[in-house]
């Protein structure tokens, strides 16, 4: 580590003597015959050398544009490009700092078309809705991929666990050729694909496929990512394998292939691994083999497509899974995209909990051990079709279909006892279950637009079919000592079965007032849930020796129905600058509920008042504001209301309350962009509150042998107050060094009003969390970054029973890639945590270094890595945890210190359409 820092400060030494000159170039377009100001055309500058890009810009609605930056050159290339104009081109000689180049000329192109070609060369362009960048433009590593280049892009972000921003705005949707890459996980494909394949990546804001159809706007806090692919480069076979094996038996394995045939594409992935990590997430090297973090204490292995999920359990997890994706065209208007995933996973946890409970009058500890196995297969096949029946009529239908598969194994031991010692009660119970779940969704949705003012019919309708059948044995001894001693023992078998049946309609009306810019919006929302649960337990009859006396208290057969309508009317306004809403829609909704074992039957009904209201403006296009509010009602579940007793574990008993009323909460939200894209810097803030009425809470009651009695109650005064802000900025030293920074946090601030054996109480909890980041990169070099956050946490309560509490959390960071030699890589990532909220006995602080070395060979084409998880050895998780009813310290089987060798290796046979590169594999 000395060695390391040593080096930086060595590398940051000879950045200082780097002969830059600063340079501010301005100007106006217009163009030739009408002098009228050219907005949103293209200004960028490049070097003579080579043609790499400096620096660009956009004009603005006066035409005005302005360049900043750094370089070692005495002349760069200025050119300007625009839609339907002649691309301008000057070589600008940078013997001053300010450089004021006037007004500026474009003429008219006679030639449309050939325009279209010299305007393709430009890095950037801006569209009515789109931002393109041109990837031969930017200069990247030979062998980079899509994340790679990403990561040079004006305006682009990617932070290390592949996350995407662009000027300040999160994407969360990645496109291949408009449409989607296996599943929604973005590092699918920015890992994946190499940048040599890559035409253009084009940045909008994220819509619907029925938003896109109708022109609406769309989410403009979201972007959407769309690669397309060089149409040379679009026939063949691309993909990557990868295998690793390590000390305590530690193993990974994956792998992913690709297909592509023009419009047709095929893809097959595969992967497992013990490290709970998701087998097929290739990418940068320290997440290629082992993901898993500290911070990850209930880290499971699991990963998420879409609301598909792979893997899964607690503790230690060896998962397995494989899928196949198929996308096609049949036709201009039609579109096919299907796929299957598998998943299965075994798991094993033991988890030792120690809590301190609070009363008004005492105290008592509860103190268990725990042991899971848990074993899951899971199928899931999905459907998206698209089909364009004439220029205003659209058909979208997404279904899929679902199977699982799981089992596991439960065993806890658990005794409370008082303060003296005394023990006051003690359960062991052993558990086996085994259920098998399956499902139906569908989706369809008809947009059919009418007249050129942007009015539009949509019909919205989803449907889900889902049943579980459930297999429970359980044996258990629950002893209750004190006045009224008590022992109760089960050995019982359940035979359970729950289904659902939901669906909803959704018709949606848009009446232009202003065409395409001030809309009357018109919905109607029906929805109706209807679900059963019979849970039928039967105890073991000594006699028969077999499981067949019914015991009916613990039996359930219910029937709940949750009906709900929704008409809502509003105003929209939309133009390039100010977006505007508002809405009001009335909910009317029944809940019912039918118990065919005993007579415990009830239906009631819920009426209310909803509200929204949204405003942006675009004061630039760098600064943006925006705020909104809403009233939102919610109503309590079935089982809140039901007065069924539920007696299965008889230390904890829970009921339901049918007078329980609905619950208003009022949002309002507040918040801000400024971020400017040529020099990279910008801020970011963000406000919400919400306050609550009749919010429904637990209402429990614990007797004199802390057997805890549930049930639930409405309260008033509950709020929840949030903000975050920071600030970003880029400094560029040179054309391959930089400097960013980042400061800023965050303040949660928050009221709960609950009860503690039967008194009433308020807490209120404030928590700072203040942040800042460094981070210095040379091109091709090294990358460090520090960042330190700490965590003040104050809560206090409205009675003298609870003592306020005030405890600090520190996390300091250090993150460094070196990537010299030039086949030689190496990753660390170092997190030191102290957290002042451990009881005595628990470590207070820690360090996680997780290294990985990686060397390429055969020509890039193979990668060989060794990784050290937990260096130090230091993941015991070991946590405490703190409430105003309970303070709680727990432990875990956690994933420890392992090393690992490993070897990756990828393969590209793209080419140009109807013919692949050579006979054999051609490898990047």
Do not use: C
């Amino acid at each position: 580590m000395k060695h390391l820092l040593t080096g930086v400060l060595l590398l940051l030494s000879v950045a200082s003597f780097s002969q830059t000159k600063d340079f501010e170039i301005s100007g106006q377009l217009v163009s030739e015959e009408k002098k009228e100001p050219l907005e949103s055309a293209t200004i960028y500058l490049q070097r003579v050398k080579d043609s790499s890009l400096v620096t660009y810009t956009i004009s603005d609605k006066q035409g005005d544009f302005f360049l900043k930056d750094k370089t070692s050159d005495d002349k760069l290339n200025l050119y300007i490009s625009y839609v339907g104009y002649k691309t301008y081109f000057k070589t600008i000689s940078i013997d001053k700092k300010e450089i004021d180049l006037g007004e500026i000329s474009l003429a008219e192109d006679d030639n449309v078309l050939d325009e279209v070609v010299i305007k393709s060369q430009a890095p950037v362009t801006v569209k009515t809705d789109t931002l393109e960048f041109n990837v031969a433009s930017f200069k990247t590593k030979k062998d980079a991929n899509v994340e790679d280049l990403l990561k040079k892009l004006p305006g682009v972000e990617v932070d290390s666990e592949g996350n995407i921003t662009v000027n300040g705005k999160p994407v969360n949707k990645i496109l291949v050729n408009g449409k989607p890459f296996f599943g929604d996980d973005p590092t699918i494909a920015t890992r994946n694909l190499t940048k040599d394949i890559v035409d253009k990546i084009q940045v909008t804001d994220t819509k619907t496929e029925s938003e896109a159809f109708t022109g609406e706007k769309g989410d403009d806090q979201n972007k959407t990512i769309n690669i397309t692919i060089d149409e040379e480069k679009n026939k063949g076979i691309f993909g990557r394998l990868a295998g690793g094996v390590g000390t305590d038996e530690r193993f990974e394995y994956a792998g992913l292939v690709n297909y592509f045939d023009n419009d047709v594409r095929i893809s097959l992935l595969g992967g497992g691994n013990n490290i709970n990590t998701a087998g097929f997430s290739f990418g940068e090297i320290q997440k290629m083999y082992g993901g898993a973090r500290y911070i990850s204490v209930n880290s499971n292995g699991a990963i998420n497509f879409g609301g598909r999920q792979f893997g899964g359990g607690q503790g230690i997890t060896n998962s397995r899974t494989a899928g196949a994706n198929y996308a096609d065209d049949f036709g201009k208007n039609t579109e096919l995209t299907t796929d299957y995933f598998y998943s299965a996973a075994n798991s094993y946890n033991n988890v030792v909990r120690n809590r301190e409970n609070i009363l008004p009058d005492d105290r008592y500890f509860s103190n268990s051990s725990s042991s899971t196995q848990s074993n899951t297969d899971s199928h899931a096949a999905n459907l998206k079709f698209k089909t364009q029946i004439d220029s205003t009529f659209l058909i979208n239908i997404r279904p899929q279909f679902k199977y699982n598969i799981g089992n596991s194994n439960y065993s806890n031991t658990e005794e409370t006892t008082r303060l003296n010692g005394e023990l006051t009660n003690r359960s062991n119970t052993q558990r086996n279950s085994d259920n098998i779940q399956k499902s139906f969704e569908n989706n369809l949705n008809l947009t059919k637009k009418y007249g050129t003012g942007g009015g539009f019919f949509k019909l919205n309708i989803d449907n889900e079919i889902e049943n579980s059948d459930l297999e429970n044995k359980i044996n258990s001894i629950t002893e209750v000592y004190g006045d009224d001693p008590e022992t109760i023992t089960r050995n019982q078998f359940t035979d359970g079965e729950q289904s659902s049946n939901q669906y909803e309609i959704k018709p949606e009306f848009r009446l232009p007032i202003l065409s395409k810019t001030l809309y009357f919006d018109l919905e109607y929302a029906y929805k109706n849930d209807k679900r059963k649960d019979r849970q039928s337990v039967f105890d073991f009859d000594e006699t028969a020796q077999d499981f067949s006396n019914f015991n009916i208290d613990q039996s359930t057969d219910f029937t709940n129905t949750d009906r709900t309508s929704r008409p809502e009317a509003g105003l929209r306004y939309n133009d390039k600058k100010l977006r505007a809403g508002i809405n009001a829609g009335y909910v009317m909704r029944t809940l019912a509920s039918e118990d065919a074992l005993r007579d415990i039957n009830f239906e009631n009904d819920f009426n209310a008042l909803e509200l929204s209201a949204n405003l942006s403006y675009q004061f630039s296009q760098k600064f943006r504001m925006y705020s909104g509010y809403y009233l939102r009602n919610t109503a309590p579940s079935v089982s809140q209301l039901s007065p069924y007793v539920d007696v299965s574990d008889p230390l904890n008993i829970v009921q339901g309350n049918p007078d329980l009323r609905p619950s208003n909460s009022n949002n309002v939200y507040l918040g801000l962009r400024n971020f400017d894209f040529q020099t990279k810097s910008g801020i970011y803030g963000y406000f919400n509150a919400q306050f609550s009425q009749d919010r429904v809470v637990p209402k429990t009651t614990v007797d004199n042998n802390f057997v805890r009695r549930t049930t639930y109650a409405n309260v008033d005064g509950y709020y929840s107050i949030h903000g975050n802000g920071r600030y970003s900025k880029t400094i560029k030293l040179d054309s391959v060094k930089s400097i960013k920074y980042r400061v800023g946090g965050s303040v949660n601030a928050n009221r709960n009003v609950n009860f503690n054996n039967n008194v009433q109480y308020a807490s209120r909890t404030i928590t700072y969390s203040p942040f800042v980041s460094f981070s210095f990169i040379w091109d091709r070099l090294f990358e460090i970054e520090p960042s330190y956050r700490v965590s003040l946490n104050k809560n206090t309560f409205n009675i003298n029973l609870f003592e306020d509490r005030t405890y600090v959390v520190h996390d300091l960071k250090l993150e460094t890639i070196t990537t010299f030699p030039e086949k030689l890589e190496w990753n660390n990532d170092i997190t030191y945590s102290y957290n002042t909220n451990i009881a005595p006995g628990f470590q207070k602080d820690a360090i996680f270094w997780n290294t990985t070395l990686s060397y390429s060979v055969m020509k890039d084409k193979g990668l060989i890595t060794l990784k050290a998880y937990d260096l130090l050895n230091q993941n015991t998780n070991a946590r405490r945890t703190s409430t105003q009813d309970y303070i709680e310290d727990v432990q875990s089987t956690v994933l420890q210190r392992y090393f690992m060798v490993g070897f990756s290796y990828k393969f590209n046979t793209l080419g140009k359409k109807g013919e692949t590169r050579g006979g054999d594999f051609w490898f990047d």
